[in-house]
């Protein structure tokens, strides 16, 4: 089923964290000498600088990866037609300029500036993934192509010449701002750090889909890098409010009869596994839920043969069978807590 950028932009857009906990506090070596409320407000600046490239990305979408974009296909296979990173490299490579400038760029002017030296741009960030997002392997004519794209967003560099080729060997310093929202710069700069502070990605660079572009904030909360933890409530925030409730009903039951949640994200793919407490083997697996832009299945505990495929919850029938099956077999008879 052939889906356009407009299609996979829409979905994206809405996976992005929508808000930030009012109680969320910046760990300290990303703080910055910075307010709770200037971390809060740079969160917020780079959430609305990713609905506004989703927005433009959309809007422009007949101009941006035409050639790969024609051949992408939700129901390919990953590493063909279905990968939505080859189909629309667009999004890994903005995600690797971006994370290069901030995670590099130092703040000025109180956040209000990002200012980087070109010859920092060559650092290794992560070694297993330096091939990948390098902007050196990125070719001059694709670089000005992208920042000319980020300028249309509203992004001012300083001291780069984006009319012409862009070339970031040469020693020279580059001073980033945002004509729409001045806390950009610190936004740009906490995500980056976000992004990086992430622990068991063996690349960095497969993290910048679940991570960097949905604007996910909750690293920063550790000084170090810990497993990225997904809330299942923002992740299926894509998906039809009737399986939005179905899924938050079943996640309510299993989390108040005792079931602990794991979750292994890959890019905008997710999985979530829900586990009976003190189990840490198959047997106690409860059920796993896949949610992608392909909609979302559930794989019942291995304990129950008669529930042995990935069941897709797109039909209404088959959501009302498994909470029936999960309320009255799987928790009361096999996994009571009393």
């Known amino acids: 089923m052939k889906k356009d950028l407009t299609y996979i932009c829409?979905?994206?857009?809405?996976?992005?964290?929508?808000s930030t906990p009012g109680n969320f506090i910046v760990s300290e070596p990303f703080r910055y000498g910075l307010t709770n409320e200037e971390h809060k407000k740079g969160i917020e600046a780079?959430?609305?600088?990713l609905y506004d490239l989703y927005d433009y990305l959309a809007a422009n979408k007949d101009k941006i990866d035409v050639k790969t974009g024609s051949r992408y296909d939700i129901n390919g296979t990953w590493n063909g037609c279905g990968n939505i990173n080859t189909a629309y490299p667009v999004f890994c490579d903005l995600s690797h300029i971006l994370v290069n400038l901030g995670f590099n760029g130092g703040l000025e002017a109180g956040g209000k500036n990002l200012?980087?030296?070109c010859n920092d741009l060559q650092k290794v960030i992560c070694a297993k993934s330096h091939k990948?997002?390098?902007?050196?392997?990125?070719s001059n004519e694709r670089k000005s192509e992208l920042f000319c794209l980020l300028s249309d967003l509203g992004l001012h560099f300083d001291g780069l010449d984006?009319?012409?080729?862009i070339d970031l060997s040469k020693n020279k310093k580059i001073r980033i701002t945002s004509k729409k929202n001045e806390f950009f710069?610190?936004?740009?700069?906490?995500?980056?750090?976000a992004a990086v502070?992430?622990?068991y990605n063996y690349y960095l660079v497969n993290s910048l889909q679940g991570a960097f572009l949905r604007c996910d904030f909750y690293p920063l909360a550790s000084a170090k890098p810990k497993k990225q933890i997904v809330n299942i409530r923002e992740f299926i925030n894509p998906q039809s409010s009737e399986i939005q409730k179905w899924i938050m009903e079943i996640d309510s039951f299993l989390v108040k009869n005792g079931c602990s949640i794991s979750n292994n994200i890959a890019g905008y793919d997710c999985e979530f596994t829900y586990t009976k407490r003190g189990k840490k083997n198959n047997k106690g697996m409860v059920c796993r839920f896949f949610i992608s832009i392909k909609g979302v299945y559930i794989m019942p505990g291995i304990n129950h043969p008669e529930y042995q495929d990935i069941i897709p919850l797109d039909n209404p029938d088959n959501r009302k069978r498994l909470k029936n099956w999960i309320e009255s077999e799987f928790i009361i008879k096999a996994y009571s807590t009393s």
């Open 10 to 18: 829409d979905y994206m857009k809405k996976l992005v964290i929508p």
């Open 46 to 49: 780079f959430r609305e600088f």
């Open 115 to 117: 200012t980087v030296h």
């Open 132 to 138: 990948y997002i390098a902007l050196e392997n990125k």
């Open 162 to 165: 984006i009319s012409e080729n």
């Open 185 to 193: 710069a610190l936004g740009l700069k906490l995500i980056s750090e």
């Open 197 to 199: 502070n992430i622990k």
